[in-house]
């Protein structure tokens, strides 16, 4: 097969495809079409999503996934990357047989890893506390940002981090995945764990991470049982924002290289 040419990068939670704006002019440089969807409604700018966050609150799990797969059932064998919440969405979309290869950076879990640190605790805390915030967009103060984001980066760097990138975040869906392990029958964020047809998937995983920590990491990757199938992990320094802080342009190379030597034709994804 010929090696993958386009990559779609998937953003997380609390940042917009933004967030992806040096990766995408690093890799078009280097001679691949690089696409980064935003969420369903969450086009704008933002600048403007924070002015009104709207459409934050009206997303839900189906309909990002479905967005998603509107944008990568066209192109042909993609390498997949997604960040935090997006590493969800790129599992998500690997089990639906889409994609050569992929790889998740910090990935927030699917649903059965029931890891659950204290950090991780107390990054969400502050929306997780108030009920309200289910049936609406909650964002972070700077302070709350910068542990859960940018933990040990000096507040002069972590400061413009988050006035250029960070949104809110719909308070609904953060709570539903807490829930994801108590409820009967399977959630929005279900993988088959044991799918013969996934597509070779690496998770990288920040060694500072407060809110995403290597623990969660770690069990994710574990639940992997499929036969036949790569699930690989692996460790790096950093906090849960690396893919935007100094030293990125490594990771992007390390991300690119791996799924390069891993990617495979994946079966035809009904239409």
Not at 106 to 128: D, H, W, Y
Not at 160 to 183: D, F, H, M, Q, T
């Amino acid at each position: 097969m010929s090696a993958p040419d386009t990559i779609v990068l998937i953003h997380g939670f609390w940042v917009t495809p933004r967030s992806w704006e040096e990766w995408v002019s690093y890799y078009e440089a280097k001679g691949y079409k690089v696409i980064a969807p935003a969420y369903p409604g969450l086009e704008a700018e933002v600048e403007a999503l924070n002015a009104d966050p709207t459409p934050i609150a009206e997303l839900t799990v189906p309909k990002i996934v479905d967005h998603l797969e509107s944008v990568v059932k066209p192109l042909d064998n993609p390498i997949l990357m997604g960040h935090s919440a997006g590493g969800v969405f790129t599992q998500i979309l690997l089990d639906k047989g889409y994609g050569a290869s992929a790889v998740v950076l910090n990935s927030a879990p699917t649903e059965g890893v029931k890891v659950a640190p204290l950090s991780q605790l107390r990054s969400t805390f502050p929306i997780l506390k108030n009920p309200a915030n289910r049936h609406r967009a909650a964002g972070f103060t700077f302070e709350q940002f910068h542990y859960a984001f940018t933990n040990g980066v000096p507040e002069e760097i972590a400061r413009p981090l988050y006035e250029r990138y960070a949104i809110p975040a719909n308070g609904g869906i953060l709570l539903e995945s807490v829930l994801a392990n108590v409820k009967p029958g399977h959630q929005d964020t279900w993988v088959d764990y044991s799918n013969p047809n996934r597509a070779p998937l690496l998770f990288i995983s920040g060694s500072d991470d407060h809110i995403m920590p290597p623990s969660v990491q770690r069990s994710n990757a574990k639940h992997y049982k499929g036969e036949g199938t790569l699930t690989e992990i692996e460790e790096v320094e950093g906090p849960h924002f690396m893919p935007a802080l100094e030293g990125w342009e490594k990771l992007a190379d390390r991300a690119l290289e791996w799924a390069l030597a891993h990617a495979r034709v994946n079966p035809k994804v009904e239409a």
